[in-house]
């Protein structure tokens, strides 16, 4: 059960980050002509319960000449729900730590 709740808590960690750094890169972009966001999409892993994965949809540059379609008050808000994603994720890592600790200390 522990090191489930570690895989669980690594895939998080990492499709946090993942949808951070997609979010930083719109970010810089907010400037750029005909730029097109790509946004996130969080998925549960089969079977239930064994982490989560994120896939990434739409990144590109548009021939147009108009503005970023980068919204900032969209990225800023996910940008503070993706840390509080990894900051969560991070707790179930150390809950799983915790715990392997204990049943060790059991078993020896």
Same mark, same amino acid.
């Given at each position: 059960? $522990? #090191?489930?709740?570690?895989?669980?808590? %690594?895939?998080?960690?990492?499709? /946090?980050?993942?949808?951070?750094?997609?979010?930083?890169? /719109? #970010? +810089?972009? #907010?400037?750029?002509?005909?730029?097109?966001?790509?946004? +996130?999409?969080?998925?549960?892993? +089969?079977? /239930?319960?064994?982490? %989560?994965? @994120?896939?990434?949809?739409?990144?590109?540059?548009?021939?147009?000449?108009?503005?970023?379609?980068?919204?900032?008050?969209?990225?800023?808000?996910?940008?503070? %729900?993706?840390?509080?994603?990894?900051?969560?994720?991070?707790? %179930? #890592?150390?809950?799983?730590?915790?715990?392997?600790?204990?049943? @060790?200390? @059991?078993? $020896?």
């Amino acid at each position: 059960m $522990a #090191i489930a709740a570690l895989s669980s808590g %690594v895939t998080g960690l990492n499709a /946090a980050e993942r949808a951070l750094g997609n979010s930083a890169h /719109a #970010i +810089a972009n #907010i400037g750029t002509q005909g730029f097109q966001p790509s946004q +996130a999409q969080f998925t549960e892993n +089969a079977p /239930a319960g064994s982490g %989560v994965s @994120i896939s990434l949809r739409g990144q590109q540059l548009s021939q147009g000449e108009g503005p970023s379609a980068t919204d900032l008050a969209t990225e800023t808000t996910n940008s503070l %729900v993706y840390k509080a994603q990894f900051d969560l994720s991070a707790k %179930v #890592i150390q809950a799983a730590d915790q715990n392997l600790g204990t049943l @060790i200390d @059991i078993q $020896a």
